[in-house]
């Protein structure tokens, strides 16, 4: 069964930092490009940023450039989502995705929720003021 779990979600005041983690298993995921989501209730869901399958470049949203990283590790089968500077407009669920598309990392296909296969079930990330 093929899987990604996303952890290390939780409460953290406003300028503080989180870490999340997203483990893939069922397959391996070396030659997909993974990406961050997040979601608000009532919105769409809205891209964070994205890693191609070497784990070489990536890219990001306006909203987190500079403040959010993300990274991955092949061999353990997982990527992650270094957080920093958190503001209150970054509370969300976040959900790890997982896509085979051959859209190139700044192309806007990209950054569609539709372009990835695979999605964790999300985890909650609380920044308070």
């Known amino acids: 069964q093929v899987q990604l779990v996303e952890s290390g979600g939780g409460l953290v005041q406003t300028g503080g930092s989180l870490r999340l983690s997203c483990a893939a298993s069922?397959?391996?995921?070396?030659?997909?490009?993974m990406g961050w989501f997040r979601q608000t209730p009532g919105k769409e869901r809205e891209f964070v940023a994205v890693?191609?399958?070497?784990?070489?470049?990536?890219y990001y949203a306006d909203s987190v450039k500079g403040r959010f990283t993300i990274s991955r590790d092949k061999n353990e089968n997982t990527v992650s989502l270094q957080m920093n500077s958190l503001k209150p407009e970054d509370t969300a669920v976040y959900y790890c995705?997982?896509?085979?598309?051959?859209?190139?990392?700044?192309?806007?296909?990209?950054?569609?929720?539709?372009?990835?296969?695979?999605w964790g079930q999300g985890t909650q990330v609380t920044v308070s003021s």
């Open positions: 890693v191609n399958s070497s784990g070489t470049s990536t």
């Open positions: 069922g397959r391996t995921f070396s030659t997909d490009v």
């Open positions: 995705a997982a896509s085979r598309r051959p859209y190139s990392l700044v192309a806007p296909a990209r950054r569609s929720r539709y372009a990835y296969d695979f």
